[in-house]
């Protein structure tokens, strides 16, 4: 199946919404309960939390994989100033959320994104990546580090009444 990458605007918002719901939940079904991951996708991956970041495309930048032909969204990179606990500065680029559906996990789509932010971040001029990611989640971190990632510190991510610890990795460019 071909998967197409393409820069994302304002009529993305639903789609977007929608992978990163389902992506949270396939992810973290076995690690959250399910009131406090309908409250965090409710709030964080809402479609009007989607439509205002789509509303700044100078700050907030997306692309999407979808199925080619038929257009389905499968995944998404989005790439933002940072905003993490670790010490930044102007050079530096957040991947906020790079999301891709488990069903097309393993066949280079994620990697694919991965480079599209890189060639993006490059082109803007940024001198690192930097990105948050579950300290537990073991098969996205290997990934990250295949893709050159290393550990730059650790921030608290609240997810209802509960606190968990991710691993904040950084990227030069």
Request: charged share 15%; net charge neutral.
């Amino acid at each position: 199946m071909k998967i197409d990458i393409r820069p994302c605007g304002p009529q993305d918002a639903g789609a977007l919404a929608l992978v990163g719901q389902a992506t949270f939940l396939e992810t973290y079904a076995t690690v959250l309960p399910a009131a406090d991951i309908l409250a965090h996708c409710g709030r964080e991956h809402g479609e009007g939390r989607y439509a205002a970041w789509l509303a700044q495309p100078e700050t907030y930048r997306f692309w999407a994989a979808e199925v080619a032909g038929l257009g389905a969204t499968v995944g998404y990179v989005m790439l933002c100033p940072p905003d993490l606990p670790v010490p930044t500065g102007p050079g530096d680029l957040e991947i906020k959320r790079i999301y891709l559906l488990s069903r097309f996990q393993g066949g280079g789509v994620g990697a694919r994104l991965m480079t599209t932010a890189i060639n993006a971040a490059t082109a803007l001029g940024a001198r690192r990546l930097l990105l948050g990611v579950y300290g537990e989640n073991a098969s996205a971190i290997a990934f990250y580090a295949r893709q050159g990632f290393t550990e730059a510190g650790v921030r608290k991510f609240q997810v209802g009444a509960n606190t968990y610890d991710d691993l904040v990795l950084a990227r030069a460019l």
